[in-house]
């Protein structure tokens, strides 16, 4: 079975490069700022975490990626360049909008064009939600891309009206919104628990679940589901799917006691979810391997899933060693290694 | 008396069920009694209000109670007994009453004071109305000081079991700042209940890490996130490692999110050790040790072998307790909540022995007597 | 006075003294039912929850938001009919004991007639 990897992960090597797709009058901002927001908060993960030092954020040559890929029968890469949602953390508008303008044509030039067997994530910046639109649909039109990745880290929650553009824009281009885990708390966004600001790396990197679930339960329950039925949500990172399943059995039990407060939901929770929302493999923690796919195949979460390596970053998997890739009885390893993706992204050409 | 007939009676004490151990009773001590024991200097802020009351998001449903429940029932001990104690055969209740706003406004010596007026009033006039209630002291925990005088003048009251306060606060819960309250909470043999409540509410953060919530439903179903914050606080902030006798109680936050993150904590553990020095064994270990859960309002799987799986990864046979939250609305009845793989040993641990063990301090101080006891 | 008149019908009185809005709830043998008036109709379900086993009947009857096709409105309705269980305030209609919240789950409605200007509960599910 070839494999579709749904988290790979890009980055620049040089900031020049990336500069020059920015207006002139922008240019020695990112130089010599890149990182840091106009406030002057900075943009990087705020605790200090060992595993990941010396390790590379991203691929930084195609041609390294690519070799990796048919070393390891993956066929197609959803490509992330993990830092790029981040310019919505910033405190000023104009020029985050041009930054991921930016990377967008940077990722399509460096990376997408020529290769198809990759896939890029264009991004936006919400801060100016018909600008975003503008772009989704504009550069949304691409072959190779895919989704529209936002931050994670925000001020509000998705579901908000303020956000509609971009998920209108989204929907109507065919192009599903991902959330990758790593910006809750960057720049100007809430701190990354309802807690406040965590202590250590341990309590932070609880976060990404927790913050996931939030955006998502204000989707649902704001209508953008039920108002936009082409619109699919993608979750990276967010501590896979048990964290949503075990969420779900009260988010089900609420709703039925609560529904009149979302009429235009009607339906339980967990089938819009199953429907709407896909989740990447990676970040999941599996303490007991019989009693995590029990759980995950009577909730039918196969057909949610998708593989994903998060290559090359320092807690990468490789797909012979993966759990969610072992033959298993009741499980269904092609929909997690390749059809969930294939049909999602909208892979109808024989691959 | 023989030694053959020491044994028995402490056998059939072990295996009997003397009836349900509800660890969360909403008893209301009205605002007036709380008043009268206010000192005078903060009687007018108290009345006129002005602390931020007032729910976040309108309740379709029209109000936090059910509706077969009379009236006032929460602040009357014998509508307790008659509308509760009995049709349900309660042998025990911790009455966690409101009150849970101690801990999140400005003024610290309101807050100080609040706490310390509702302790004396639960404790003088509304404990005595039924031999079954244990109380529950308010703290406020941004007056470490204050808090711990309010542990110490009480913590030989033989019907003071511990102490409930909201999971959502100033700061991170598993803060520091803190030590000085789980210290003497520890040494009193008190257990810390955590309600979920007050998120996003005066001083506190927003709800969850998106922002604040549109609809009451997206806030509810939330507090189960703010709950698993809260014990990854509680736990990675090493508040276990220096408090080996502490123990925690979660009211109403869930109970099956604990499985995917003991995994989570555990994995992380052991990729960066380096950066929690202080936690010496797995966190799960901690939170097996430590940490418990009410049943109410109980998740619902499709398939009720999955809360069986998830509720014995996490201890069913220690950790998890029977509450009826009465009188809210999202109650659980005691014969119908469980799904029916549980065996009937599994039911009469979450009912009644599990949380005889949890506070087995106040069963010693306040025993169950013998006419309580349904042999 | 209630005058069981047949095994399967319950006698209830005269429509005159069953009040708009009123409702009763009575037992018979093991099942306990509500009698809803509702405008001149009369509506019967089983007090029961099919959830934990409530009495749904002891809840409040009111309308309520309809569900609706599209977010940012909404649709009052069904007012007088909607039964929220007292527990977890899951919605029922009285009129066809369907639940307003996605599950499967209904409760036993039972037919109401008036004859001869009485009020007549049938006592077979519908």
Sequence with gaps: MTLIDSDFHVTWSDNAALAEYLPKAWQQRFLRGSGHSQSGLPVTQPFYNPAAQGQPGGWSEPEAAVTWMENHQVEKAILHAYQ????????????????????????????????????????????????????????GSHPQIVQVALSAGTLQPYGKLGFRPIFEAAAEMGLPVVLHAGTEGVAVSNPPSSHGWPRNLLEYRVCPATN????LTSLITEGLFSDLPDLRLVGLEVGGVLPLITYLWRFDKNYKALRSECPWVRELPSAVVKRHVRLGTGSAAIGEEHLYFELLESFGADEML?????????????????????????????????????????MTSAL | MSALMEHSKQTSRETMFPGIFDVEIHAHVPNSTILTRLPQRFRPAYQAGGMAHGKLNFDQRGGGNRKDASAGAESDPAAIRRELLEPLGICRAILTGGNYDTSIYADLDLCSALAAAYNAALIEEFLPGDDAFLGTLRLNFNDPEAAVAEI???ADHPRVAGITTSTAGIETPG????????????????IISYHTTQEGRALCPPPSSAGYPSRYVEYHSGLATS?????????????????????????????????????QLDADWRRFRSEVPELKERPSEYLRRH????????????????????????GVERNIVFSTDFPHWDFDHPDRFLPSCFSRAQRERILYHNAAGLYDRSLQSWPLARSEVAV | MKREDSPKTLDLGPVDEFADGERRIMRHGRVSIGVFRVGDDFHAVRNYCPHEGAELCRGPLTGTNLPVARSGHMEWGAEGYVLRCPWHAWEFDIRTGRSYTATKMRIKTYPVEIREQRVHLILKAS
């Design chain 2, 291 to 314: 940490i418990h859960f009410t049943t109410q309002p109980i998740e619902e799987p499709d398939n009720g072998r999955d809360l069986l799986a998830v509720y014995k990864a996490i």
């Design chain 2, 175 to 190: 803060s520091r700042r803190y030590d000085p309250i789980f210290a003497a909470a520890a040494e009193a043999g008190f």
């Design chain 1, 84 to 139: 790029a949602p981040a310019v919505s953390n910033f405190g000023d508008a104009d020029y985050p909008s041009l930054l991921a303008e930016a990377f967008n044509q940077w990722l399509i030039d460096h990376w997408l064009d020529g290769r198809t067997e990759l896939l890029g994530t264009m991004t936006v910046a919400t801060q100016d939600p018909v600008r975003a639109g503008k772009e989704i649909r504009k550069r």
């Design chain 1, 212 to 215: 996931f679930i939030a955006h």
């Design chain 2, 227 to 263: 709950a698993i914050g809260h014990a990854a606080s509680l736990i990675t902030n090493g508040v276990f490692a220096r408090h080996p006798k502490l123990r925690v109680l979660y009211l109403e936050g869930g109970i099956a999110w604990a499985l995917p993150l003991m995994w």
């Design chain 1, 306 to 346: 998708l593989w994903s390596s998060n290559q090359p970053r320092w807690d990468a998997v490789e797909p012979e060693s993966d759990p969610h890739l072992k033959e298993r009885t009741g499980w269904q390893v092609e929909k997690v290694g390749r059809e969930n993706a294939a049909a999602l992204y909208g």
């Design chain 2, 152 to 154: 110490e003048r009480w």
